[in-house]
């Protein structure tokens, strides 16, 4: 779009000055809807965590403490919902990449005609509401559901198996959310790969499998790493899928951070989490942005 | 193949005692179809060890169709492929020992220049301190030493040709496949690498097949020609000779310049024939042996002539085979003029002239004159 605007209006440096005004204005839209919808809601939102709570009301207005994060940072039971929920999403990315992955470098070797029905499938899901997703594989995974009742006609259980109600549902649900988003971006970098490089791999003596590991699979890492981070993010930030699929196995950040506003009232710790919960994926990102860029510097040297 | 050609080759690149050695490519029948597209449509030839052959050809004839299956990146249709004797055909292309040479390089842009020329050895297992020596030596080779730690795209274009060449003889190929690797190269580059590529073929003996659709890389670097037309082989033989007795129109359409006339022939002598044109022109003293097997009488055929086997007159020269024309425009080449020259009976005849012999100006009436040894009698097609 960039580019676009740059050749229409190039023939001069006065033109050329007017392309980079015009660059400008097209992100203003943009700016000011991030600036009033997501930025402002977050600076209320941490100076409403950093207020004092009254039972009673919500938080009194113009107070400063830090008693919400103190109590978030030491009580075990938030350092548990912290603990389960990254180590879900961190489970769900790892089995999101593992699911993503082949089926993006199948569409990827596809022909035309294969490739087009299969992006479809991936894409269709995008078109359905995720309470309706998830609806969906309760139905699917709910001890008297479509799964357990197949199994058990067939022979092969003789109980229901626990697939729902549990982390294991959580994941399924928050997995199958993320897996297009995550498919699409591999899909698109590994299109982007020269096939001559593999060519030329196989040509200099590589082995289907060695030309993988050595060519396609390095130059897939920004893919990778892209999916990754959509997985992830999401992941941490996900409530239907704990909401519905979850159970007494543990609780995810959004899911208390909405009991803290609704139903404890306690808006300066449900606003303490959301804070908490923002700056840790921050933090995990800018870490492994770093560790990446560590190691490509280092495997280049 | 012709005999004649095939005979030389062997004198100049068999090694001792050997006449009745293995060729280190031997394609047999080999055709490739895409659906109902055939690309190669049965071919057969071979390169010997040590020699530099080029299939030469128009886009979309099947040459690089051809260098791929042989490679074994593209699946055989029908026929076989040997090299060194051995039955490659249905063998995955890391099993082949072929090296190729990509026209887009196809360096791998996340490896540096040293793990790039090392990857062959690498994957033939080969130990570390022999994989930095032979590096070492590659890059001595290709005159790059010093570039081992840069990434590909910090290397210009010419640097990055080399390091693939590089990467290919490292691995002492029992073929050397170049596909169009000089064409992404500006004019003079290309001129010098041809050079320094075939110097490096000649001093490491290493069997080349090359494609390129660049005539004129062809004629410098070949030890043999293979020109391709729509999937098939038009000629197969030395530089010199496709050149100067090209098999089929086509060929000599391809090679270089020519101007062409269609005809018949009207006499036919042992020595020489006569060509009518359709023009209505007489061409006597065709040598018989230029004309081969178009030579008996009422046979149609199209005579080729170079434009440089042309001179122009402003009198009548008092030659046989003179046609009359008109100065239609004229360039100047550096070298030489480029003169068109439009005939009577319609059409028009390129002439290059080494230098400004005569001054003729647009809408002069010239004589051009040729020699009847240099023209190129083929079927006409």
């Keep these: ?301 | 193949m012709k005999d004649a050609s095939a005979e030389s080759m062997k004198d100049r690149v068999a090694p001792p005692g050997g006449g009745a050695t293995t060729p280190d490519l031997e394609v047999q029948g080999l055709c490739k179809h895409f659906g109902s597209v055939v690309a190669v449509d049965s071919i057969d030839f071979t390169v010997d060890s040590g020699e530099f052959v080029s299939i030469l050809g128009p886009s979309g004839c099947g040459k690089t169709t051809t260098l791929r299956m042989v490679a074994g990146l593209e699946e055989v249709t029908a026929g076989r492929i040997f090299i060194r004797g051995r039955d490659v055909t249905h063998l995955p292309p890391e099993k082949r020992n072929t090296a190729m040479v990509f026209q887009s390089y196809a360096l791998f842009p996340h490896m540096n220049v040293h793990d790039n020329v090392a990857f062959g050895l690498k994957m033939r297992g080969v130990a570390k301190a022999e994989i930095d020596d032979r590096v070492a030596m590659a890059m001595r080779r290709v005159r790059l030493e010093g570039y081992e730690k840069r990434k590909p795209s910090q290397l210009s274009g010419g640097q990055r040709q080399r390091v693939a060449v590089a990467r290919a003889i490292i691995v002492e190929p029992a073929i050397l496949l170049l596909d169009e690797a000089l064409t992404n190269l500006d004019r003079r580059l290309r001129q010098q690498l041809q050079l320094e590529l075939k110097e490096l073929q000649v001093e490491l003996g290493i069997t080349s097949l090359f494609v390129t659709h660049d005539q004129e890389e062809a004629l410098t670097m070949s030890d043999r020609i293979i020109v391709m037309d729509e999937g098939l082989i038009a000629q197969n033989a030395e530089p010199s000779e496709v050149y100067d007795r090209p098999a089929s129109a086509f060929v000599a359409g391809f090679i270089g310049e020519s101007n062409r006339l269609d005809g018949s022939v009207v006499a036919a002598g042992d020595e020489a024939c006569t060509i009518r044109t359709d023009a209505g022109l007489d061409l006597v003293g065709v040598h018989a042996g230029h004309v081969g097997h178009v030579a008996h009488v009422g046979r149609q055929c199209a005579v080729m002539v170079r434009p440089r086997a042309i001179t122009l007159h402003a009198e009548r020269p008092a030659k046989d085979n003179v046609i009359e024309g008109v100065v239609k425009l004229w360039a100047y080449k550096g070298e030489s003029y480029e003169y068109v020259v439009t005939l009577p009976g319609g059409g028009d005849l390129l002439v290059s002239l080494p230098r400004r012999e005569a001054v003729f100006e647009r809408g002069d009436r010239v004589f051009a004159a040729f020699d009847a040894r240099d023209v190129i009698v083929v079927e006409r097609g």
Aim: charged fraction near 10%; glycine fraction near 8%; aromatic fraction near 10%.
């Design chain 1, 1 to 301: 779009m960039v580019e676009a605007a740059t050749t229409e209006t190039s023939g001069g440096v006065s033109r050329a000055s007017w392309a980079r005004l015009d660059r400008v204005w097209l992100a203003v839209p943009a700016v000011v809807l991030t600036a009033v919808f997501f930025v402002i809601p977050i600076l209320f939102m941490g100076r409403i965590s950093l207020s004092v709570h009254e039972s009673g009301s919500a938080y009194r207005e113009g107070t400063w403490t830090l008693d919400s994060y103190v109590t978030l940072l030491t009580d075990s039971f938030y350092l548990r919902i912290f603990s389960y929920t990254l180590g879900v999403s961190l489970l769900v990315t790892v089995l999101g990449l593992a699911l993503a992955y082949p089926i993006a470098y199948w569409i990827n070797r596809s022909g035309p005609r294969l490739k087009v029905i299969l992006l479809f499938a991936v894409i269709v899901p995008l078109w359905t509401n995720i309470l309706v997703l998830i609806y969906g594989w309760l139905i699917i995974l709910s001890p008297g559901g479509a799964l357990n009742d197949g199994l058990m006609r067939l022979g092969l259980i003789d109980a229901p198996l626990r697939v729902v109600y549990n982390t294991f549902g959580i994941v399924v649900g928050i997995v199958q959310i993320t897996l297009p988003y995550a498919i699409l971006i591999i899909a698109a970098v590994l299109a982007g790969i020269d096939r001559s490089l593999v060519e030329s791999a196989r040509d200099m003596g590589a082995s289907r499998l060695k030309a993988f590991l050595h060519v396609t699979l390095p130059l897939s890492t920004p893919g990778i790493a892209s999916a990754a981070t959509v997985i992830f993010v999401w992941s941490m930030g996900e409530y239907a899928s704990p909401q519905l699929l979850g159970g007494s196995a543990g609780k995810f950040v959004s899911q208390e951070v909405s009991s803290q506003f609704l139903t404890a009232f306690n808006w300066p710790r449900g606003a303490g989490l959301a804070v908490t919960l923002f700056s840790l994926i921050v933090l995990i990102l800018v870490v492994a942005q770093t560790a990446a860029r560590v190691t490509a510097r280092r495997s280049a040297a």
